[in-house]
Nanobody, 119 residues
Framework: QVQFVESGGGLVQPGGSLRLSCAASGSGFSTIAMGWYRRFPGKQRELVASITSGGRTNCANSVKGRFTISRDNAKNTVYLQMDSLNPEDTALYYC?????????????WGQGTQVTVSS
């Protein structure tokens, strides 16, 4: 099994950019699909973007054209490049495995990294 640690969050002004990193430990990282998720205060998590072991990506309509997910298997790391940020992107961001339509049944989550977009 693998474990994940998120980093790179912080405070940024509207229109700014951040790059989140997800460091994986353990074996098998290169063989699994990964996803970035986020949780707004008082709400459930939602899927932001996903990437397969082969590099095929998808992203939510709310971030399409602004966010880009990528991975570097040699470094056991997944990234989320966030551009043109707006206050509505303020949330806790998590990385985890992506298992298709049943992703919301994942029960093991890390602490995430906070992204705050404010002037």
């Amino acid at each position: 099994q693998v474990q994940f640690v998120e980093s790179g969050g912080g405070l940024v002004q509207p229109g700014g950019s951040l790059r989140l990193s997800c460091a994986a430990s353990g074996s098998g990282f290169s063989t699994i699909a990964m996803g970035w998720y986020r949780r707004f205060p008082g709400k459930q998590r939602e899927l932001v973007a996903s990437i397969t072991s082969g590099g095929r990506t998808n992203c939510a309509n709310s971030v399409k054209g602004r966010f880009t997910i990528s991975r570097d298997n040699a470094k056991n790391t997944v990234y989320l490049q966030m551009d043109s940020l707006n206050p509505e992107d303020t949330a806790l961001y998590y990385c985890n495995i992506f298992v298709g339509p049943n992703w919301d049944r994942i029960r093991s989550w890390g602490q995430g990294t906070q992204v705050t977009v404010s002037s």
